[in-house]
Nanobody, 124 residues
């Protein structure tokens, strides 16, 4: 398993941009597919975006497609989520996660390491 720590959350106005990051410890980061999820108060945790271990393929939820971009730097053990054109409904705690080695990006049970989350608040 890897240890994950998110950073970069904050308050932004609707239409604005924010970039959140996830730093991983451990030597196996480059072997893990990585995902971003979010959870708003009173709602289930939902998939946002995922990227394969080598960075060659990405996958997005329909709600963020065209606005969010996931990227990773295996040399630095980081995975980022660039969020543009933010909407109030994007407000949530955002979590990064490392998977078990199978590419099932939307399935939370595919991930066995989770960060503590970072709050993103979009004001209208």
């Amino acid at each position: 398993q890897v240890q994950l720590v998110e950073s970069g959350g904050g308050l932004v106005q609707a239409g604005g941009s924010l970039r959140i990051s996830c730093a991983a410890s451990g030597r196996t980061f480059s072997l893990h597919h990585m995902g971003w999820f979010r959870q708003a108060p009173g709602r289930e945790r939902e998939f946002v975006a995922a990227i394969k271990s080598g960075g060659s393929s990405t996958y997005y939820a329909d709600s963020v497609k065209g606005r969010f971009t996931i990227s990773r730097d295996n040399a630095k053990n980081t995975v980022d989520l660039q969020m543009n054109s933010l909407k109030p409904e994007d407000t949530a705690v955002y979590y990064c996660a490392a998977d078990r080695g199978r590419w099932m990006p939307t399935d939370t049970t595919s991930y066995d390491s989770w960060g503590q989350g970072t709050q993103v608040t979009v004001s209208s």
